[in-house]
């Protein structure tokens, strides 16, 4: 009787060992966890200057630390209090080729194929609805990153490791969006295991697709498993440019009665409503139409330099960019403004003094 009792508590208390292991991590909005991802985001990502002026990581460990990638992007692979594996990307860079990812912004479908070099070509699927659509630059900085991160995501799953958690500050937010749909699209499949874990943290982090894209995001990631904290003083946030076209809405909407009605009228009366709708319709599209321009198809040439073998894609016909997912807005206290004065322009003249105008 006695030896079954022992066998009964020796039972239990390994079920809840590893029960709790399993369920370590956990849905909401976990301030002193941010806390921690800021440090170690800045240890390494962060110029000396400013990385001093932030405490270092008090429950996390370095593991691994990838080369400049891509439009050089990097990332890092963190250990957590042993239970959690930290998938850290790190944001732009005073590099030319950094910036071109922010500046190619011109939409493509979150669905299809990207051919960044000779030797790979990046099947991705970040939204199963064809109307949704993300920026090409901040795709191809995802494609480079996913390559090399998976078979890290790989052997800490072998190693027992089932909890992950993507960290971005600004354009490495943008990439955490894209790259947290990546990973759910790849456990969808079957390609990643049903039984990992992910908890996103994006940190001032720009708009990462369409509200189509939106809408799969948040779809996968509710219930407080993803978050974007943002300053509301912040300028990155509001990027890309959004243009809101009459061709966004749904096909369910007040614009096909709008055009239906139209063309019920008589010759003169279709005349002048066709001369008032154009008004309202094609402004916006004229923008969207220039913006392919000179975010796509200029910025793409310029991508070329860095990467000669990249293909670009079909755009896809929108700019329609949304803030996504659920954010944590951090208000600036009064006072705010004289402590942390505007800084974009003498960066902006540091990055063009050290690498040459784009």
Not at 332 to 344: E, M, T, V
Not at 349 to 356: D, L, P, T, V
Request: glycine residues 6%.
């Amino acid at each position: 009787m006695n030896v079954l009792k022992l066998t009964a508590v020796f039972f239990f208390l390994c079920w809840g060992v590893f029960s709790g292991r399993a369920q370590h991590l956990k849905p909401g909005f976990d301030k002193a966890e941010y806390r921690e991802l800021i440090y170690l985001s800045s240890t390494s990502f962060e110029a000396p200057s400013k990385a001093k002026l932030i405490p270092k990581p008090e429950h996390s460990k370095l593991a691994y630390q990838s080369k400049s990638i891509g439009l050089d992007n990097a990332w890092e692979l963190w250990m957590k209090d042993r239970t959690t594996a930290v998938l850290c990307i790190r944001g732009s860079t005073a590099k030319s080729e950094s910036w071109l990812a922010n500046l190619y912004a011109a939409m493509v479908p979150a669905k299809g194929e990207l051919n960044i070099d000779a030797q790979h070509t990046f099947k991705y699927e970040l939204s199963a609805d064809p109307k949704a659509a993300v920026p090409a630059g901040f795709l191809i900085s995802t494609a480079f990153i996913a390559e090399d991160m998976l078979p890290k995501i790989d052997s800490c799953y072998q190693s027992g490791m089932r909890d992950f958690i993507i960290m971005g500050h600004s354009q490495g937010g943008a990439i955490g969006y894209l790259l947290t749909a990546h990973l759910y699209s790849l456990q969808k499949q079957g390609r990643l295991a049903s039984d990992i874990r992910f908890k996103t943290y994006c940190s001032a982090a720009p708009k990462p697709g369409n509200l189509y894209f939106a809408y799969s995001y948040e779809s996968v990631t509710q219930d407080g498993w993803a978050y974007n904290v943002i300053n509301a003083a912040d300028w990155v946030p509001q990027t890309p440019f959004s243009v809101q076209m009459l061709d966004d809405f749904p096909e369910i909407s007040p614009v096909p009665l709008i055009e239906g009605m139209i063309k019920k009228q008589s010759f003169f009366k279709r005349l002048i409503l066709n001369m008032m709708y154009n008004k309202v319709r094609n402004p916006s599209r004229k923008v969207v139409k220039r913006y392919q321009k000179l975010l796509g198809e200029e910025m793409a040439k310029r991508i070329k330099t860095y990467l000669p073998d990249y293909e670009a894609p079909a755009y896809y016909n929108s700019s329609n960019y949304v803030r996504t997912g659920t954010s944590v807005i951090l208000y600036p206290k009064p006072g705010y403004d004289q402590k942390f004065p505007n800084f974009l322009l003498i960066y902006t003249c540091s990055i063009r003094n050290k690498q040459g105008s784009l």
